[in-house]
């Protein structure tokens, strides 16, 4: 449910929880899955949150679950000197926004933040914690830093000053969660913090698409996915492939490459041979405009591309009806993993995935480097393979996934993250 900001309580704050998402808060799945798991362990959870689009049902009608919406203040869209002038102000406004919210905020047993993004939230949140004696957990998916760095360059005064807070600040929270143990690793070494890994793993609603996408085939589609007469007689006879990658469209997931590979697949698969391709894209964010202009420009004889925006509901169930998945994230640090990986695998998808290091190998498994590319040549040789030369390579892959034994997102965290806070809430008793 969405709520106003209610004043200070401090009434029984056992079994409670403040979350802190610097994001839109319906495209912060891992935030949304820790606020249903904390909700479902029986704590009382707040969420402070940016809700540019529509907050997930499943929260909103969850009695546990208050969402607070946080003053919604975009970024320049500048570049460079400008950049910099514009996003001062910016940065100073949400960290004021944030402060004002959380101060004013009930007492919570725990404040768990996501970082990145938790500048500027994460000085707010250390003197919050220290002042109302309550436990701070940071939840690490990548370092903000190098986000940064993709902008202005490891070198650059305002990359290493984030740096430096962002490890200093960060080491005064009583529990760390890191995405992949190569994370771990590099917070242990560089930050001197100790962490309990936490990997994205499927939620629940992710198999059970894959079940039933198994038995309904094509008519799983989500009705937000418009498909012409055509291109709907051409799925149902198989002589089109629904290919699926989903974003949000930021500067670390490379999608020049998957222009550049429909545009290779057209000039280097003789017409007669391969199959008509629909390309899906889910997601919302500053770079799908740039990604459509430079479709509309393109000459892509049998290939149709569509952008759109999924509903919580609807987005598993188009991952369970595509035939193959394009994972396109770009590490900054080279050692986070992308969720989209996870979501598309529980819903019993092959997924071609850009390789970006070792740390990829946590998220794929052991076994399937064959559907590792480094560049748009490559991602075409997997789809002239899979589509068109070994089609049953493709369905065994379908399969292993459907059958295997992976556990849900919720049961991984009741047996990891639960046990913790429950450790660390007893030691500083």
């Known amino acids: 449910m969405v709520s106003e900001l209610t004043g200070h309580d401090d009434l029984s704050i056992e079994r409670s929880v403040t979350l802190v998402v610097l994001g839109d808060l319906a495209r912060s799945p891992r935030m949304c899955l820790h606020a249903e798991a904390f909700s479902a362990a029986g704590y009382e959870v707040d969420v402070f949150a940016y809700t540019d689009t529509a907050i997930p049902q499943r929260l909103a009608d969850d009695e546990r679950v208050r ?51 938790a500048l500027p939230a994460l000085p707010v949140l250390v003197a919050l914690a220290w002042w109302r004696r309550t436990r701070l957990a940071v939840d690490w998916h990548n370092f903000g830093w190098t986000i940064l760095a993709l902008r202005f360059g490891a070198g650059n005064v305002i990359v290493a000053a984030a740096g430096w807070m962002e490890r200093t600040l960060a080491r005064r929270a009583t529990l760390h969660l890191s995405v992949s143990r190569a994370m771990q690793r590099v917070l242990s070494k560089r930050y001197a913090i100790d962490s309990v890994v936490f990997r994205d793993r499927p939620a629940r609603a992710f198999q059970a698409a894959a079940e039933d996408g198994r038995d309904r085939g094509r008519d799983s589609l989500p009705a937000e996915l418009v498909l012409s007469e055509e291109e709907e007689f051409r799925l149902a006879t198989g002589d089109a492939k629904l290919l699926v990658s989903s974003t949000s469209w930021s500067a670390d997931e490379d999608f020049c490459l998957l222009a550049e590979a429909l545009r290779l697949w057209t000039v280097a698969t003789p017409a007669a041979d391969r199959p008509h391709l629909i390309v899906v894209v889910s997601g919302l964010g500053p770079r799908r405009a740039d990604f459509e202009r430079a479709i509309e420009r393109a000459e892509l004889p049998g290939v149709s591309v569509r952008t759109a925006w999924f509903s919580d509901a609807s987005y598993p169930r188009l991952l369970a009806a595509a035939d193959l998945g394009v994972c396109l994230h770009r590490s900054s640090s080279g050692v986070d993993l992308p969720m989209k990986l996870a ?55 379908r399969c292993a996934l459907v059958d295997g034994s992976t556990p849900s997102w919720q049961d991984s965290w009741t047996a990891t993250v639960a046990p913790e806070l429950t450790r660390r809430t007893a030691s500083r008793a």
């Open 67 to 117: 969402v607070v919406p946080l003053p919604t203040r975009p970024a320049p869209s500048t570049r460079g000197l400008r950049y910099f002038v514009a996003v001062v102000p910016t940065v100073l406004a949400r960290f004021v926004d944030i402060a004002r919210a959380l101060t004013t905020s009930r007492r919570r047993e725990w404040i768990v933040v996501q970082n990145p993004p």
């Open 343 to 397: 979501d598309m695998h529980g819903a019993g998808l092959p997924t071609c995935a850009l390789d970006y290091g070792p740390c990829l190998r946590e998220a794929i498994g052991e076994g399937a480097e064959e559907l590792l590319f480094d560049d748009g040549g490559g991602l075409v040789r997997i789809w002239r393979r899979l589509l068109i030369e070994h089609p049953e390579a493709l369905e065994a892959m």
